[in-house]
């Protein structure tokens, strides 16, 4: 695997490869029975498809702003061995390979706050826990930031607070609630669904926009409305918010970036006759 970009005007969007993972295939497609599904993508034997780890990079003039971190480096064998990915592949070595060091991200942009998204925000370093990003802002969803530090029942396993409260101490997080301006034509807006405080990263040059809807779009597959996750908290709301996301992105064409998608993260949404939606690949 490899980064994949694309271009908007002047910005550059970068889909990072941070790893992949083998992933329960019914927690992921919820009600959808597994004959339909386990027609879409393959399934090892213990019933997993494999989801990729795969943050946005935003270059735009001077500034460099990721969006999710994957899970970084902070693992227990016992880490390891539930979610099988490979350690030596993170968001690090990604942007590694596009020609930047940690201390060349201005700004974290957490979607979530799930330890496949977030965890990737600190290292172990000489005093303990360390932003993994030293010179950025990180930016969080207050509702969300609310549910991950007194998490229900069902989401204490999704969530590692060591790896994100020692931000907050360290004073480089900035909350944000429901629409936020990152500046240089980037924003972020809640969408809720997967979890409350959910958020999507809008990207618009004045040309063209895009988007990456994180968790409320993770696969190709799911830009089906039905088709909603085991995993989402609330899947009223996934409904509302990605028929909301995908007729504007259908209707103006925007640039779409899926963050667990393995057959490829980049391309746009068509709408059939029938209000049907369909992820089309970007062009090579
Ligand atoms: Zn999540």
């Known amino acids: 695997m490899a980064n994949v970009k694309t271009r908007l005007g002047d910005t550059e969007l970068v889909s990072l490869d941070a790893g992949r993972f083998p992933y329960d295939g019914g927690a992921m497609f919820g009600g959808v029975p597994k004959v339909i599904w386990g ?26 702003i990721v969006v999710d971190v994957g ?3 902070r693992h227990t064998e016992k880490d390891l061995k539930i979610w099988g990915f490979d350690p030596a592949i993170t968001v690090v070595t990604a942007l590694a390979a596009e020609g930047l060091r940690p201390s060349d991200i201005d700004t974290v942009i957490l979607t979530h706050l799930h330890a496949d998204h977030a965890a990737g925000s600190t290292s172990d370093g000489e005093n303990g826990v360390e932003p993994a990003f030293p010179n950025a802002r990180y930016i969080a ?27 907050e101490r360290a004073g480089l997080l900035d909350f944000v609630g429901d629409s936020h301006d990152v500046g240089d034509g980037v924003s972020v807006g809640r969408t809720g669904g ?34 909603i996750a085991g995993v989402d908290l609330f899947p009223l709301e996934v ?46």
């Not at 969803?141 to 409260?165: C, G, I, K, L, T």
């Not at 959910?198 to 088709?227: E, F, I, N, Q, S």
Request: charged share 25%; aromatic share 8%; hydrophobic share 40%.
């Open 39 to 64: 027609n879409l993508t393959p399934v090892d034997e213990f019933n997993r498809i494999i989801l990729t780890l795969s943050p946005l990079l935003i270059r735009s003039g001077s500034r460099s």
């Open 71 to 73: 899970y970084g480096s």
């Open 194 to 227: 997967h979890t409350a405080g959910h958020m999507a990263v809008y990207v618009d040059t004045g040309a063209r926009k895009a988007v990456y809807p994180a968790d409320l779009v993770p696969t190709r597959h799911h830009v089906r409305v039905p088709y």
């Open 141 to 167: 969803n207050e509702v969300e930031w609310e549910a991950a530090n007194n998490p229900d029942a069902r989401s204490a396993a999704a969530y590692r607070p060591d790896d994100f409260v020692p931000l």
């Open 239 to 284: 409904i509302e918010s990605k028929k909301k996301m995908l007729t504007q992105a259908a209707a103006e064409d925007w640039v779409v970036i899926l963050d667990h998608d393995v057959a490829g993260n980049i391309g746009r949404i068509v709408q059939d006759g029938k209000g049907r939606f369909a992820f089309r690949d970007a062009e090579a």
